[in-house]
Protein backbone atom coordinates (compact mmCIF):
# COMPACT_ATOMS: atom_id res chain seq x y z
CA UNK A 1 0.00 0.00 0.00
CA UNK A 2 2.66 2.01 0.44
CA UNK A 3 3.97 1.40 -2.64
CA UNK A 4 0.69 2.81 -4.38
CA UNK A 5 0.81 6.20 -2.50
CA UNK A 6 4.23 7.05 -4.09
CA UNK A 7 3.39 6.23 -7.64
CA UNK A 8 0.64 8.94 -6.95
CA UNK A 9 2.52 11.10 -5.66
CA UNK A 10 4.91 11.01 -9.18
CA UNK A 11 1.89 10.57 -10.96
CA UNK A 12 1.30 14.04 -9.46
CA UNK A 13 4.18 15.81 -9.90
CA UNK A 14 4.31 14.30 -13.83
CA UNK A 15 1.02 16.10 -14.21
CA UNK A 16 2.55 19.46 -12.91
CA UNK A 17 5.38 19.14 -14.64
CA UNK A 18 3.95 18.84 -17.91
CA UNK A 19 1.50 21.71 -17.28
CA UNK A 20 4.69 23.96 -16.57
CA UNK A 21 4.57 26.84 -18.60
CA UNK A 22 7.63 28.96 -19.57
CA UNK A 23 7.83 31.85 -21.51
CA UNK A 24 11.21 32.57 -22.99
CA UNK A 25 12.08 36.12 -24.52
CA UNK A 26 14.72 36.08 -26.27
CA UNK A 27 16.53 39.50 -26.53
CA UNK A 28 19.38 40.79 -28.55
CA UNK A 29 21.74 43.79 -29.91
CA UNK A 30 21.51 46.78 -27.65
CA UNK A 31 19.24 46.67 -24.81
CA UNK A 32 18.46 50.97 -23.75
CA UNK A 33 16.32 52.24 -21.47
CA UNK A 34 13.24 52.34 -23.62
CA UNK A 35 13.83 48.76 -24.78
CA UNK A 36 14.16 47.51 -21.52
CA UNK A 37 10.49 49.55 -20.48
CA UNK A 38 8.90 47.52 -23.27
CA UNK A 39 10.27 44.48 -21.89
CA UNK A 40 8.69 45.39 -18.26
CA UNK A 41 5.47 46.28 -20.27
CA UNK A 42 5.72 42.46 -21.96
CA UNK A 43 6.21 40.68 -18.69
CA UNK A 44 2.97 42.71 -16.68
CA UNK A 45 1.27 41.46 -19.94
CA UNK A 46 2.52 37.95 -19.54
CA UNK A 47 1.84 37.78 -15.65
CA UNK A 48 -1.79 39.07 -16.02
CA UNK A 49 -2.14 35.94 -18.98
CA UNK A 50 -0.78 34.31 -15.80
CA UNK A 51 2.43 33.26 -17.47
CA UNK A 52 4.62 33.71 -14.69
CA UNK A 53 7.68 31.61 -15.20
CA UNK A 54 9.60 34.02 -17.58
CA UNK A 55 13.28 33.12 -18.86
CA UNK A 56 14.96 36.00 -20.45
CA UNK A 57 17.99 35.14 -22.84
CA UNK A 58 20.43 37.53 -23.07
CA UNK A 59 22.75 35.38 -25.46
CA UNK A 60 22.83 37.72 -28.27
CA UNK A 61 22.66 40.86 -26.37
CA UNK A 62 26.25 43.14 -26.43
CA UNK A 63 24.92 45.86 -24.10
CA UNK A 64 22.28 46.52 -20.81
CA UNK A 65 21.44 50.65 -20.25
CA UNK A 66 22.06 49.94 -16.65
CA UNK A 67 19.61 52.65 -15.74
CA UNK A 68 16.31 50.13 -17.36
CA UNK A 69 17.59 47.43 -14.65
CA UNK A 70 16.15 48.63 -11.68
CA UNK A 71 12.32 48.46 -13.00
CA UNK A 72 12.93 44.94 -14.37
CA UNK A 73 14.42 43.67 -11.23
CA UNK A 74 10.86 45.22 -9.79
CA UNK A 75 8.91 42.85 -12.37
CA UNK A 76 10.91 40.07 -11.65
CA UNK A 77 9.55 40.77 -7.81
CA UNK A 78 6.01 40.67 -9.80
CA UNK A 79 6.09 37.20 -11.07
CA UNK A 80 7.81 36.29 -8.00
CA UNK A 81 4.44 36.95 -6.23
CA UNK A 82 2.65 35.95 -8.34
CA UNK A 83 4.27 32.02 -7.88
CA UNK A 84 6.95 32.49 -10.49
CA UNK A 85 9.94 34.08 -10.97
CA UNK A 86 12.24 36.18 -14.14
CA UNK A 87 15.64 34.07 -14.61
CA UNK A 88 18.24 35.39 -16.86
CA UNK A 89 20.48 33.28 -18.87
CA UNK A 90 23.38 33.78 -21.48
CA UNK A 91 24.98 36.23 -19.52
CA UNK A 92 28.13 37.17 -20.85
CA UNK A 93 30.90 38.80 -18.17
CA UNK A 94 30.32 42.45 -19.80
CA UNK A 95 26.13 42.26 -18.81
CA UNK A 96 26.78 40.56 -15.64
CA UNK A 97 29.60 43.68 -14.65
CA UNK A 98 26.82 45.87 -15.29
CA UNK A 99 24.22 43.78 -13.29
CA UNK A 100 26.70 44.45 -10.58
CA UNK A 101 27.07 47.57 -11.10
CA UNK A 102 23.15 48.52 -11.14
CA UNK A 103 23.10 46.44 -7.90
CA UNK A 104 20.81 43.65 -9.10
CA UNK A 105 22.68 41.05 -9.51
CA UNK A 106 21.37 39.30 -6.55
CA UNK A 107 18.05 40.04 -7.67
CA UNK A 108 17.67 37.52 -10.29
CA UNK A 109 18.65 33.45 -10.61
CA UNK A 110 21.25 33.62 -13.78
CA UNK A 111 22.27 30.06 -15.67
CA UNK A 112 24.19 29.65 -18.76
CA UNK A 113 21.32 28.57 -20.94
CA UNK A 114 17.43 28.53 -22.03
CA UNK A 115 17.68 24.75 -21.10
CA UNK A 116 18.91 25.41 -17.72
CA UNK A 117 16.76 27.57 -16.82
CA UNK A 118 13.63 26.21 -17.87
CA UNK A 119 14.87 23.03 -15.94
CA UNK A 120 14.92 25.25 -12.75
CA UNK A 121 11.47 25.76 -12.72
CA UNK A 122 10.66 22.21 -13.04
CA UNK A 123 13.05 21.83 -10.61
CA UNK A 124 11.32 24.02 -8.08
CA UNK A 125 7.67 22.57 -8.88
CA UNK A 126 8.88 19.18 -7.76
CA UNK A 127 10.32 20.28 -4.29
CA UNK A 128 6.65 22.34 -4.19
CA UNK A 129 4.80 19.28 -4.32
CA UNK A 130 6.96 17.13 -2.29
CA UNK A 131 6.63 19.89 0.52
Do not use: W
Amino acid sequence: MAHQRTVEVEEREYRALAALEVAVLRCEGEMEEFALAHLGEELFRLAHKGICQVVLDLTAVDHVDYRGLKPLAARARLLREAGGDLKLCGLSAYLLAILRAAGVEDDFEQYRNVGEAKASFAAASVISLVR
